[in-house]
C-alpha cells in the first residue's frame, strides 16, 4: 500500500454562500482577493464556492487565519453587495480536512476570535472531511 496521503492534514478553506438572489454581484465586489470555484444556479438557488486568492492567501494553513480574512473581507463590501450576503439563505465556512491514516487523533482548534467573527456574519462553519484513498479503494472492491 502506497503511503501517499496517509498523513491527516488540513487542506483549504471554501466559503460556501446560498442564496435565491444572484450572488454575482457579491462574488465581483469581492474581486481579486476571492478565487471562484464555482458560480451558478443549478436549480431554484444560486450558489457560490469561493476561496480566498494566492494574492490575499500567502499560503495560510491556518484556518482561523483565512475565515478571519474571509470575514474582514465580507466585512468590508460596499452596501449592495452586503444586503446580498446578509440575504443569504447559507453563508458556510467550509473547512476542508483529508483524513489519512496517521496520526492516531488530529486536532482543528477554531479560536474564539474566528467564531465571533463567522457569528456577526450569520455563517456557519462546517468541518469537511475527504476520505483517504485507502478506503475509497478497499470500498470499491466490495
Same mark, same amino acid.
Given at each position: /500500500?502506497? =503511503? &501517499?496521503?496517509?498523513? =491527516?492534514?488540513?487542506?483549504?478553506? %471554501?466559503? %460556501?454562500?446560498?442564496?435565491?438572489?444572484?450572488?454575482?454581484? +457579491?462574488? @465581483?465586489? +469581492? @474581486?481579486?482577493?476571492?478565487?471562484?470555484?464555482? +458560480? @451558478?444556479? !443549478?436549480?431554484?438557488?444560486?450558489?457560490?464556492?469561493?476561496?480566498?486568492?494566492?494574492?490575499?492567501? &500567502?499560503?495560510?494553513? %491556518? !484556518?482561523?487565519? #483565512?475565515?478571519?480574512? /474571509?470575514? =474582514?473581507?465580507?466585512?468590508?463590501?460596499?452596501?449592495? !453587495?452586503?444586503? #446580498?450576503? $446578509?440575504?443569504?439563505?447559507?453563508?458556510?465556512?467550509?473547512?476542508?480536512?483529508?483524513? @489519512?491514516?496517521? !496520526?492516531?487523533?488530529? $486536532?482543528?482548534? #477554531?479560536?474564539?476570535? =474566528?467564531?465571533?467573527?463567522?457569528?456577526?456574519?450569520?455563517?456557519?462553519?462546517?468541518?469537511?472531511?475527504?476520505?483517504?484513498?485507502?478506503?475509497?479503494?478497499?470500498?470499491?472492491?466490495?
Amino acid at each position: /500500500m502506497s =503511503t &501517499r496521503g496517509a498523513v =491527516t492534514e488540513f487542506l483549504n478553506v %471554501d466559503l %460556501d454562500i446560498y442564496s435565491r438572489s444572484n450572488l454575482t454581484p +457579491l462574488v @465581483g465586489a +469581492l @474581486g481579486e482577493m476571492v478565487f471562484v470555484l464555482y +458560480l @451558478g444556479r !443549478p436549480k431554484n438557488t444560486w450558489e457560490a464556492r469561493l476561496e480566498l486568492s494566492i494574492l490575499s492567501r &500567502r499560503q495560510e494553513k %491556518d !484556518p482561523n487565519a #483565512i475565515i478571519q480574512k /474571509m470575514a =474582514t473581507l465580507i466585512e468590508a463590501l460596499p452596501s449592495g !453587495p452586503r444586503a #446580498i450576503w $446578509d440575504k443569504a439563505k447559507r453563508r458556510e465556512f467550509s473547512i476542508g480536512v483529508q483524513a @489519512g491514516l496517521s !496520526p492516531n487523533s488530529f $486536532d482543528l482548534a #477554531i479560536e474564539p476570535k =474566528t467564531l465571533a467573527a463567522a457569528s456577526k456574519l450569520n455563517a456557519r462553519i462546517v468541518l469537511t472531511l475527504y476520505a483517504h484513498e485507502f478506503w475509497l479503494r478497499s470500498e470499491k472492491r466490495r
